[in-house]
């Protein structure tokens, strides 16, 4: 049963995506990894395979972030999230490579947003008023799934935003 609280999750997720759109359809792979400063976090090749730039703890100052690494960012997470709600436990931030190129990259996270979707529009206001899904979830923990869910919209709208100024700055350069 879909309820007006789920649906009004996936509208903010549906807004959200659409800006992603907007600028998903002008990026290539030159932009997407062009690095906007002098200390930016980035994907690169390593043996074979995309790896992020990563820290444990938070550098000061915050690096700039290329595009490549906004995309692979906001898949980490979401799949982190998806995987550990809905689907019984997530992979390491080391096992999620980024899949290579913006193409590449704007399918694998349209795919996590529609598994997404359709898991919220299916949950029942129970659902998401429990935080049974969402224990032990890194960036959840004690919140219930609608909070997560909240979050999620929130953090992917910041991502798209810093993706947009990347975009404008590269355009520009």
């Not at 704007?106 to 129970?126: I, M, S």
Request: aromatic share 10%.
């Amino acid at each position: 049963m879909t309820t007006k609280r789920a649906q009004l999750l996936v509208h903010q997720l549906d807004i959200t995506w659409a800006l992603f759109d907007y600028h998903l359809k002008d990026l290539d792979d030159d932009l997407t990894l062009w690095e906007p400063a002098e200390h930016t976090w980035t994907v690169r090749m390593v043996d074979g395979t995309w790896v992020a730039d990563w820290a444990d703890a938070e550098p000061d100052p915050v690096p700039a972030m290329s595009i490549g690494w906004l995309t692979w960012h906001i898949g980490f997470w979401w799949t982190t999230t998806l995987q550990h709600c809905f689907r019984g436990g997530a992979p390491a931030r080391e096992e999620i490579g980024w899949p290579g190129g913006i193409e590449a990259a704007g399918a694998w996270l349209r795919q996590v947003k529609d598994e997404w979707r359709a898991e919220l529009l299916a949950l029942t206001d129970e659902e998401l008023d429990s935080a049974e899904r969402t224990a032990g979830l890194p960036w959840g923990e004690g919140q219930t799934l609608a909070e997560v869910a909240g979050w999620l919209n929130v953090e992917l709208t910041k991502n798209v935003a810093e993706i947009g100024l990347v975009h404008i700055l590269g355009v520009q350069r």
